[in-house]
């Protein structure tokens, strides 16, 4: 969302991809879920698989909703493009890099 500031406003942002050196910030939104009604925000390392990074941070994530069936995740996207069979390559190789949104459906 824009923003309209009333003064100049020329500040470096404070969660630019340079201050997280190895890490990366990944917003990741479980499309339709009641429960998760936006995505939440990981820092995780930019070369962790995507297969460790869906088993250690999405599952305990959206195992917090009752209703969760890890058998059931599937229609990966990546800022709304379609994530074809990621495995176990590295995030970063994926296309999924400082801030991108990651959506599933289960």
């Given at each position: 969302?824009a923003v309209?500031?009333?003064?100049?406003?020329?500040?470096?942002?404070?969660?630019?991809?340079?201050?997280?050196?190895?890490?990366?910030?990944v917003?990741?939104h479980w499309?339709?879920?009641?429960?998760?009604?936006?995505?939440?925000?990981?820092r995780?390392?930019?070369a962790?698989?995507?297969?460790?990074?869906?088993?250690?941070?999405?599952?305990?994530w959206?195992?917090?909703?009752?209703?969760?069936?890890?058998?059931?995740?599937?229609?990966?996207?990546?800022?709304g493009?379609?994530?074809?069979?990621p495995?176990?390559?590295?995030?970063?190789?994926?296309?999924?890099?400082?801030?991108?949104?990651?959506?599933?459906?289960a």
């Amino acid at each position: 969302m824009a923003v309209k500031a009333l003064y100049s406003y020329d500040f470096p942002s404070a969660d630019r991809a340079e201050l997280f050196g190895d890490d990366q910030l990944v917003y990741v939104h479980w499309e339709g879920n009641p429960v998760f009604c936006s995505a939440a925000c990981f820092r995780v390392p930019k070369a962790m698989a995507f297969a460790e990074f869906v088993e250690t941070v999405v599952g305990p994530w959206a195992g917090s909703d009752p209703d969760f069936d890890p058998a059931s995740v599937g229609d990966w996207r990546v800022n709304g493009q379609p994530l074809g069979a990621p495995g176990d390559a590295p995030l970063t190789e994926l296309g999924i890099g400082h801030k991108a949104l990651l959506q599933f459906t289960a």
